[in-house]
């Protein structure tokens, strides 16, 4: 009998160790399973080519600094003081139709008649003079926007050379396409409202594509693929029929 009992002890335990063993097995393949899923949003993140091909943080790709933490409203105060100053602009020479010149000029008067009455006036309150401060203009940062501004000039007197040497076609119907939209706009409204809403896309667009960063360079990769598609269906039946002459420079003897 003891013999017995202790032939169905040792059934009972391999039972036992038979089920455990089966449920550990099913929570490691579960847990496996789970960390896969885990994976695969990170796979898909490294998966989506970034716009432009950038690599770098979107705050270093505008420069760094103040001007990027004032696109990417870092410092709130700032950001929405700027933006409100250019929206007052826009609304006062704008909309209500207030001459740049005329403000100019309204404002040095104002300025002048104060100053000049609250010169005069503190010998008669026996009050100390107001402090006017001397401006003047330093030399260095001046020279070094010109020489900045000329660098860019001639950077690009160069690349609309290179456009216009006809070796790069793609490159040219881009250009044109580019100056006949901006010509568009610029027929639709004046140079201050382009100007101001120029400035509301700096303050807007950045902010929201560092929100919805994924999902903007998802959809950008989509459109760029079917864009590249449809350039290859126009190059093959338009731009390869269109005679073209001799790249290399001939060889004279």
């Given at each position: 009998?003891?013999?017995?009992?202790?032939?169905?002890?040792?059934?009972?335990?391999?039972?036992?160790?038979?089920?455990?063993?089966?449920?550990?097995?099913?929570?490691?393949?579960?847990?496996?399973?789970?960390?896969?899923?885990?994976?695969?949003?990170?796979?898909?993140?490294?998966?989506?080519?970034?716009?432009?091909?950038?690599?770098?943080?979107?705050?270093?790709?505008?420069?760094?600094?103040?001007?990027?933490?004032?696109?990417?409203?870092?410092?709130?105060?700032?950001?929405?003081?700027?933006?409100?100053?250019?929206?007052?602009?826009?609304?006062?020479?704008?909309?209500?139709?207030?001459?740049?010149?005329?403000?100019?000029?309204?404002?040095?008067?104002?300025?002048?008649?104060?100053?000049?009455?609250?010169?005069?006036?503190?010998?008669?309150?026996k009050k100390?003079?107001?402090?006017?401060?001397?401006?003047?203009?330093?030399?260095?940062?001046?020279?070094?926007?010109?020489?900045?501004?000329?660098?860019?000039?001639?950077?690009?007197?160069?690349?609309?050379?290179?456009?216009?040497?006809?070796?790069?076609?793609?490159?040219?119907?881009?250009?044109?396409?580019?100056?006949?939209?901006?010509?568009?706009?610029?027929?639709?409204?004046?140079?201050?409202?382009?100007?101001?809403?120029?400035?509301?896309?700096?303050?807007?667009?950045?902010?929201?594509?560092?929100?919805?960063?994924?999902?903007?360079?998802?959809?950008?990769?989509?459109?760029?693929?079917?864009?590249?598609?449809q350039y290859?269906?126009?190059?093959?039946?338009?731009?390869?029929?269109?005679?073209?002459?001799?790249?290399?420079?001939?060889?004279?003897?």
């Open positions: 009998m003891a013999d017995h009992d202790r032939e169905d002890e040792k059934k009972h335990e391999s039972l036992m160790d038979k089920i455990s063993d089966k449920i550990h097995g099913h929570g490691s393949s579960s847990s496996s399973s789970s960390e896969s899923e885990d994976e695969k949003p990170s796979s898909f993140k490294a998966k989506v080519n970034r716009l432009f091909g950038r690599e770098k943080p979107l705050h270093r790709v505008l420069g760094g600094g103040k001007p990027a933490d004032v696109f990417l409203w870092r410092d709130k105060k700032v950001s929405a003081g700027l933006l409100g100053g250019a929206t007052a602009l826009w609304v006062f020479f704008d909309v209500l139709e207030y001459n740049l010149i005329t403000f100019v000029c309204h404002s040095l008067i104002l300025v002048l008649a104060v100053l000049f009455l609250w010169s005069n006036a503190t010998t008669f309150i100390s003079p107001p402090r006017i401060p001397e401006v003047c203009i330093p030399e260095k940062p001046v020279t070094q926007f010109v020489s900045a501004l000329r660098i860019e000039l001639n950077q690009a007197f160069a690349a609309l050379r290179d456009i216009s040497s006809g070796r790069d076609l793609k490159k040219f119907l881009s250009v044109i396409a580019g100056l006949w939209a901006l010509s568009f706009v610029g027929s639709c409204c004046d140079f201050l409202t382009l100007l101001y809403t120029i400035t509301v896309l700096l303050f807007t667009v950045p902010i929201f594509y560092e929100k919805y960063e994924d999902q903007v360079d998802s959809f950008a990769e989509k459109a760029v693929a079917e864009l590249k598609k290859a269906v126009f190059d093959a039946k338009v731009l390869s029929k269109i005679p073209r002459g001799p790249l290399k420079d001939k060889k004279w003897a």
